[in-house]
């Protein structure tokens, strides 16, 4: 297995986690294939992927039956069901995170997009998953909203795993980190075992590309041509030269001391969204020590089929990565107006996902009963 391009890019010190969940892959053997096969260390997931897995097959039925019949609502029965997936699937990959001290072995469940704008009802509803799932190896998502920075810290501070997403900003990330490190305090000043807490910060990646290089298609010249698919490996690089920096800081050091450990950036949204770019694009380009990169299963197949991986492409690259966010600015393209957008529309897809989520779980209760 050494010789595989996923094994070389764990030897980066890249963290493959699969972008998927399903009951289907729990009692299929899948995940623990792919552990034992890809290199796989982690699994994440949300209400799109979890929308997916309800509305095709039916290994979820005999779990909606028991709900039904015990008169559960909709709502409560989605808490069950995707916790148990999650629960479950913790236990497959519980080894791991031995293995590894906690550092991987992570599955995540998502807060209610809905609650993205409630700081209080987010850092709520992460004590009941954490409860709910009860296992030390789940991570709780929480998105990057203003709102959700505040639920970072409160969540972080009653010592729960955290998986903060849809990041897009650099101004965000560094306001992710504070979060993250204010959480820690918080945490270390009650009591909490600092080295049981772990955190990624998931910042998305082709996103970024899709938004700018329609933008760069309206402009048209060969100039704004020149610089499509670069915007989103540019941004993450930058985002890891201020994860370097940030946790260089006096503040975080005193917390590493005392047993915290840094919150990996995770590169999300790594599937390629044109079909003309190199299908490993988003996994090539961004292999560098002390990171994540959470892939759907199209991605980690191609990265095990041929993904070309060199060794860290990210340290060094900051220049360059600024002279791109640099020229994109020189063509009107604000990089705020681009990143407030994508954070935008970004809870809105989730909001959309869960509900539709809601209606297949709905209309299979009402099935059942």
Same mark, same amino acid.
């Given at each position: 297995?050494?010789?595989?391009?996923?094994?070389?890019?764990?030897?980066?010190?890249?963290?493959?986690?699969? !972008?998927?969940?399903?009951?289907?892959?729990?009692?299929?053997?899948?995940? %623990?294939?792919?552990?034992?096969?890809?290199?796989?260390?982690?699994? +994440?997931?949300?209400?799109?992927?979890?929308?997916?897995?309800?509305?095709?097959?039916?290994?979820?039925?005999?779990?909606?039956?028991?709900?039904?019949?015990?008169?559960?609502?909709?709502?409560?029965?989605?808490?069950?069901?995707?916790? !148990?997936?999650?629960?479950?699937?913790?236990?497959?990959?519980? %080894?791991?995170?031995?293995?590894?001290?906690?550092?991987?072995?992570?599955?995540?469940?998502?807060?209610?997009?809905?609650?993205?704008?409630?700081?209080?009802?987010?850092?709520?509803?992460?004590?009941?998953?954490?409860?709910?799932?009860?296992?030390?190896?789940?991570?709780?998502?929480?998105?990057?909203?203003?709102?959700?920075?505040?639920?970072?810290?409160?969540?972080?501070?009653?010592?729960?795993?955290?998986?903060?997403?849809?990041?897009?900003?650099?101004?965000?990330?560094?306001?992710?980190?504070?979060?993250?490190?204010?959480?820690? %305090?918080?945490?270390?000043?009650?009591?909490?075992?600092?080295?049981?807490?772990?955190?990624?910060?998931?910042?998305?990646?082709?996103?970024?590309?899709?938004?700018?290089?329609?933008?760069?298609?309206?402009?048209?010249?060969?100039?704004?041509?020149?610089? *499509?698919?670069?915007?989103?490996?540019?941004?993450?690089?930058?985002?890891?030269?201020?994860?370097?920096?940030?946790?260089?800081?006096?503040?975080?050091?005193?917390?590493?001391?005392?047993?915290?450990?840094?919150?990996?950036?995770?590169?999300?949204?790594?599937?390629?969204?044109?079909?003309?770019?190199? !299908?490993?694009?988003?996994?090539?380009?961004?292999?560098?020590?002390?990171?994540?990169?959470?892939?759907?299963?199209?991605?980690?197949?191609?990265?095990?089929?041929?993904?070309?991986?060199?060794?860290?492409?990210?340290?060094?690259?900051?220049?360059?990565?600024?002279?791109?966010?640099?020229?994109?600015?020189?063509?009107?393209?604000?990089?705020?107006?681009?990143?407030? *957008?994508?954070?935008?529309?970004?809870?809105?897809?989730?909001?959309?996902?869960?509900?539709?989520?809601?209606? +297949?779980?709905?209309?299979?209760?009402?099935?059942?009963?």
């Amino acid at each position: 297995m050494t010789s595989t391009p996923t094994a070389r890019l764990s030897d980066v010190g890249v963290s493959i986690w699969l !972008d998927d969940l399903s009951r289907d892959r729990i009692t299929s053997g899948s995940l %623990e294939r792919l552990i034992a096969e890809r290199n796989v260390v982690g699994v +994440t997931t949300n209400p799109t992927i979890f929308a997916a897995a309800l509305a095709t097959g039916t290994t979820y039925d005999e779990q909606i039956r028991d709900l039904a019949a015990a008169g559960a609502d909709v709502t409560s029965a989605v808490f069950e069901i995707t916790t !148990d997936d999650v629960a479950r699937a913790s236990d497959i990959f519980a %080894e791991v995170s031995r293995a590894t001290g906690g550092r991987d072995g992570r599955v995540s469940i998502e807060v209610e997009p809905g609650l993205a704008h409630d700081a209080a009802g987010t850092a709520q509803q992460a004590r009941e998953l954490w409860a709910k799932v009860d296992r030390a190896n789940a991570m709780i998502k929480i998105p990057a909203t203003v709102e959700g920075l505040e639920a970072i810290t409160e969540t972080i501070a009653a010592g729960i795993s955290v998986n903060v997403t849809l990041i897009f900003s650099l101004q965000r990330y560094r306001e992710v980190v504070e979060a993250y490190l204010a959480g820690l %305090e918080k945490a270390k000043d009650a009591g909490h075992d600092l080295s049981s807490i772990h955190s990624v910060a998931s910042f998305f990646v082709s996103r970024v590309d899709s938004e700018i290089d329609g933008r760069l298609n309206a402009l048209g010249t060969p100039e704004a041509l020149a610089l *499509k698919s670069k915007a989103g490996i540019a941004n993450a690089r930058l985002a890891y030269e201020a994860f370097e920096e940030l946790f260089a800081s006096d503040r975080a050091q005193a917390l590493l001391a005392a047993g915290a450990t840094v919150q990996r950036p995770l590169w999300a949204s790594t599937g390629v969204k044109d079909p003309s770019l190199p !299908d490993t694009l988003y996994v090539t380009q961004l292999a560098v020590a002390h990171t994540v990169n959470t892939m759907p299963e199209k991605t980690l197949e191609a990265t095990f089929d041929h993904g070309d991986i060199t060794g860290d492409t990210v340290s060094g690259s900051y220049d360059e990565a600024r002279e791109v966010l640099a020229a994109l600015e020189a063509f009107g393209i604000s990089y705020d107006e681009v990143t407030a *957008k994508l954070e935008k529309e970004g809870v809105e897809k989730f909001i959309v996902s869960w509900n539709e989520l809601l209606d +297949t779980v709905s209309a299979a209760l009402e099935a059942a009963r």
